[in-house]
């Protein structure tokens, strides 16, 4: 069912900041940061090319794929066991459940650079990338809450327990992990991964609108960035996204790289997925297109 973003409710920016340091957060990203250190010197092809499989899983399906063009916007149709898996590889990043993340992204889009803005560079770009959660509200497991501006995922009862334990997926990954590769597997497939996804999903917020260049005029600053794109598979082209926030295409010149583009494409000639949004060059805004 397509979402209407109006229906945000407009005082979560009241309740998204506070004033102290969210210990909770700040300890586990520090652990994390100390482990993704630690990961350098324990040093293996095997883990290293663990750690890249689980990136584009994580990262291109969960976030890409998954959190952003799918749950976030609907810009394509999955059938609803691939739409959960998709989901639970969100999960793997360390960056919430899914209805957080949604909700989230959607009061982002409402509030783009103004006023609201969850992570907009207008407070600043270490606020943007990093700080929103350093020193916001933890909302993480707050799922009635984030529900509000997530309702289309609050009725479906996986999602809203993947929100309430979406910390579940990451440790039994880790377990099984070290149970097969030690120390070495669990450093570089969880610690060093997680963080690398980590920094490059807050690049988006940060450095996608701060620099680039911009093919749209919209309401806020969203710029596109090609190395942002190359880390995230995709997701750098933000100015394209923002003037056409439905469409699942956002590389859209032949040279703008979108890999998870050309995964869905991959999906749609299999005939898995379908209704798929698609943008133009050309399109106005802000007309869009099914492919």
Request: charged share 15%; aromatic share 14%; hydrophobic share 50%.
């Amino acid at each position: 069912m397509p979402v209407v973003e109006e229906q945000m409710v407009a005082n979560f920016d009241k309740a998204s900041k506070v004033e102290r340091l969210n210990w909770p957060t700040t300890i586990v990203m520090a652990l994390f940061h100390v482990g993704a250190l630690a990961a350098l010197f324990t040093f293996t092809w095997r883990a290293v090319a663990v750690a890249i499989f689980l990136y584009w899983m994580t990262i291109g399906l969960g976030i890409s794929l998954g959190y952003h063009r799918l749950l976030t916007h609907r810009g394509y149709k999955i059938p609803i066991g691939l739409e959960y898996f998709f989901a639970v590889c969100g999960a793997l990043t360390l960056e919430g459940g899914p209805i957080f993340w949604v909700a989230t992204h959607r009061i982002h889009h409402q509030k783009s650079d103004h006023e609201g803005d969850p992570h907009t560079p207008h407070d600043g770009a270490w606020w943007a990338h990093v700080g929103w959660l350093l020193f916001g509200a933890s909302n993480h497991s707050n799922t009635r809450m984030m529900s509000k501006y997530a309702p289309d995922l609050a009725k479906h009862r996986f999602y809203v327990w993947l929100n309430n334990y979406h910390w579940v997926p990451l440790l039994a990954l880790s377990a099984l992990l070290f149970a097969i590769g030690g120390w070495s597997m669990f450093l570089w497939g969880i610690c060093l991964r997680v963080v690398v996804g980590l920094h490059a999903t807050w690049l988006v917020n940060s450095a996608t609108h701060m620099w680039g260049s911009r093919r749209f005029v919209t309401r806020d600053d969203s710029r596109n960035n090609w190395w942002v794109a190359l880390l995230t598979f995709g997701e750098g082209w933000h100015n394209n996204h923002h003037a056409h926030p439905t469409s699942a295409r956002h590389g859209l010149a032949w040279y703008e790289f979108d890999p998870s583009w050309l995964q869905l494409k991959v999906l749609k000639r299999l005939g898995i997925a379908k209704d798929i949004q698609v943008a133009r060059v050309e399109s106005a805004l802000p007309q869009q297109k099914a492919a």
